[in-house]
């Protein structure tokens, strides 16, 4: 019955708080651990509070800060050092074997009346110490006991375990206090931290891997310096330094304001140690309550950064009411805010803030800042109370004021830290953390102009065609005399970009610089070259023509008719005129006299390109008949000529040329021609069921070139295919689409929509994935074979739909944001991919957030895994379930698999689900079954 009991109660734990298998040992240790040292902790605050105030004097708080302060700093540059040639481990032991000695020194001490005001003194700078390189010792052995992601998900209850502890050591204060005295209480402390020094060694053997330890002492020999430098060169620990800073600041003075209002109302010390007692452990009470419900809610949904301005928030709202009332009752709502907050969400999100830093400079900053920048702003807090209260005597209600003016500054803070939180995660990713990409100085018009004509003097072909096409776009004409000698260029593609810049060049004198590329060997610069000529001609341009046109020179009369033909495109007049289609029709008569098989390829290239940039509708017949040549140059032009033409019947043909390797790219470049009015005869192709999905897969890449908020529209419609390739291309396409014309806008709704369809289809295929796995071993070997085919496809289904979720978020967030997040995820560093997750967590909005997160984490572990499924919250499928939804897809490779599953498995109940599949309109599939049922039924 009591192990039953045991059980229910950990199975509530886990699920109350995600614990995963594995982790609950290492939970109880480390939260054990914590929870005694603050034990020890807030039995030993509350009695040298009670013994500093009764003996010397609420006054002396401030002088008593300063010494603190000053001390504290030498320990810390002392402790930097030490750590430098000690390794962790051994420093954090020594920190255990000093300190329990000195408690029990100390009590003995007071037992014996033989402390005087100095004991105290000592022992209470002793205690500050005591805290501060305890609590910091155990928070950098927790980032190596657990993996940011663990972190994130565990440190909420591994704070509990340090608000339980300051729970019973003030209570124990509070009940021992009149019975035993303070001195007494002091052997209890150590007692207590003895337990905890046997459980540190427990958790440094069993979870400390030697890597880790390896690691660190590496990480030794890269130490950028005095911890100080080290802050000083991160703009991160910086700000980092600057919230601990302000935050201790404003705890001395709520600690002054308490103080002095509690030793006012109470003089008798045990009383008053008592009082302290109660109301710490009620403090730690509430901040426990924060913790276990609150602050892992608060943390997950709201980010690290948003989480750092509870606190603050709350003191300013404290400090108020102190300013208006400053009895008792508002100092201590005021010590709550400050107490139950700092040790719950704040305390979360502090410790989360360093999880970016690397571990070297972690171990060697976050000690500095704990010991030194807390002890440097213990002591400013001391100079602030003695120059308000002992300098200028102003009352109480002047620190409350003090206060206000030091939470605007936290705030400010937490705002840039949150930026730089970010930042830090975002560098990790991209490893630009040694190399910072440095904004370059605005040019001006004349620098840019100077740099195009530096490149056109002397740049590559690559260079020289961008530079040419942004002459081209901008009609830059104060480039023309650097362009001009590139039409004499080696390359063709150079040549004919110079002469599409010239062709708008107002200055008509140019005009004898073309007519020797009537004769270039390159057809399309010919071509181009007599539409320059006849554009630049003054006078006489219809004898021109005809002169071109009659010139002996098949290369000269057949670029004559090309460029006539483009010329001539959106002008019946003009094509009736020079009777292009007559011409034509001659050309192609004139074809069956050649003999040369060069000169009939280049007349017929020269037809087709007049067809096509004519537009001649007459002679569409031809490119029918040239499409079935056996030289593939011809059949490429034609596919261009059929762009140009831009009939809609082309489009068929054309898209079933994409298909070919050999002709697919040529094919794309015609279908782009056709602009906007290509896509309702590609939407229409796509809504046929039985289209194949292959070549529906090529369809998203023609959308890419064409400027038109119609492209999105078709790539949105083509991105809810059911088939999931069609949607990754279709999603690719539309980055490239984006990237091509960011101008063009994308629906943040639809976007939001479209990735909680995706989601649906990765927990689904996770779940067939789940079940496919565990009945595996069930198998006989064929079966077995079959189903190990099955579960292959379906993870690169799941692959598939994780790739997508991160294109569409592309279009939600900066693609410069979350490609290198995706690439995180797929790294086989653990530390990369844990900082691509708490990345993304940091950037996506609460509701996405909550959707995304799950499964990005469980994409980090075997995605078939019980874990993963619990992280998921879902309820896996039965075989039959998995069968009928598969069956009901549309992809073929997934349907085949689960055929040959059940025709393998021989278990008859698959009989009527493979009957189901005779009808099947794919013809594969349908043989499939019907092998299938017959393999069943022998």
Known sequence: MLSRLADTGLDLLRRTFDIRPGEL????????????????????????????????????????????????????????????????????????????????????????????????????????????LTTSQFWILANLVFNPLEAKRLFSLVGAGAIAGGVMGGYLTSVFAPILSNENLLFMAAALLAGGFFVNRRIWKDYISPDQINAAQKDKGQLLGHPLQVIRKSRHLTLLALIVGIGIVIAKLVEY????????????????????????????????????????????????????????????????????????????ALKLFDVSIKQSINKAAVELLVLPIPLATKSQAKTFIDVFVDTAATGIGGLLLLFLINGLDL?????????????????????????????????????????????????????????????????????????????????????????????????????????????FHPDHSIQNHFTPLLQDPDAEVRSHAFTAILRHSRRDRVNIIHQYLNDADPMINGAALVGLAMESRNNPEMQRLFQIEDLVMDKTHYLSLLKDPDTRRLYKIMIIRAIGHGRIQGQYGLLDRFIQDEDPSVRMEVLLAMGDAGNPGFIPI??????????????????????????????????????????????????????????????????????VGVRLAALQSLHALKRNFPDLHISEKETIRLIIDETHLYKDTLGHLYTQKRLEEKDNQPAQEARQ????????????????????????????????????????????????????????????????????????????????????????????ECFDHLLKGRDEKIKLAVIRVMSESGDASHIPRLSSQLDAPNHKVKKAAQEGLELLRT
């Open 789 to 880: 085919a099955l579960t292959t496809l379906l993870e690169r289904r799941l692959d598939g739909t994780l790739e997508r979720i991160f294109h569409l978020l592309g279009f939600r967030y900066s693609p410069g944001q979350i490609n290198p997040v995706y690439e995180g995820i797929k790294a086989k560093n653990p530390d990369i991919r844990f900082n691509a997750v708490e990345f993304l967590d940091n950037i996506l909005e609460p509701d996405l957030k909550k959707i995304l997160i799950p499964i990005v984490e469980s994409a980090l572990i075997d995605p078939a895994s019980d874990a993963a499924i619990h992280r998921l919250n879902l309820k896996a499928p039965t075989e039959a």
């Open 395 to 503: 009352p109480l209600r002047a620190v409350s004021l003090l206060i206000m003016v030091l939470v605007g500054f936290w705030i400010w803070f937490a705002l840039e830290i949150r930026k730089e939180y970010i930042r830090s995660f975002q560098e990790n990713l991209t490893a630009s953390t040694d190399q910072k990409k440095k904004q370059k100085p605005a040019e001006s018009d004349g620098s840019v102009l100077e740099g195009m004509r530096k490149v056109l003097q002397t740049g590559s072909e690559r260079q020289l065609l961008f530079v040419l096409g942004k002459i081209e776009e901008l009609k830059e004409i104060r480039l023309i005399p650097d362009t001009l000698p590139l039409l004499g260029h080696d390359s063709s593609l150079v040549r004919l970009a110079a002469l599409k810049c010239l062709y």
């Open 257 to 332: 304001q308490y103080s002095a209002l509690a030793s006012a109302a109470i003089p008798d010390a045990d009383h008053l140690a008592a009082f302290f007692g109660f109301w710490f452990s009620t403090f730690n009470i509430i901040s426990l309550i924060i913790q276990i419900f609150i602050t892992r809610r608060v943390v997950g949904i709201y980010g690290v950064g948003k989480s750092l301005f509870v606190l603050p928030l709350a003191l300013f709202g404290g400090a108020t009411l102190l300013l208006i009332t400053p009895v008792l009752w508002a100092g201590i």
């Open 654 to 723: 054309l898209v079933d040329h994409l298909s070919s390797r050999e002709t697919r790219e040529t094919a794309r470049k015609a279908l782009v021609l056709f602009g906007p009015a290509l896509y309702p005869h590609l939407e229409a192709m796509a809504s046929l069921p039985h289209y194949p999905p292959e070549l529906l897969r090529l369809l998203p890449r023609l959308g890419e070139q064409i400027q038109s908020p119609l492209s999105v529209d078709f790539l949105l419609g083509m991105i809810r295919h059911t088939d």
């Open 25 to 132: 040992r290492r939970v109880s240790l480390m939260g054990a651990n914590i929870f005694l040292i603050i034990s020890t902790l807030m039995i030993i605050k509350p009695v040298i509070n009670a013994l500093f105030l009764s003996y010397v004097g609420v006054k002396s708080l401030p002088s008593l800060f300063l010494l603190v302060a000053s001390v504290a700093m030498i320990v810390s540059v002392l402790y930097a050092k030490a750590l430098s040639r000690v390794s962790l481990h051994r420093m954090i032991l020594r920190t255990y074997q000093i300190s329990i000695p000195a408690m029990i020194l100390t009590g003995i001490l007071l037992h014996l009346n033989l402390a005087g005001k100095w004991v105290i003194y000592v022992f209470y700078i002793g205690e500050v110490i005591f805290a501060l």
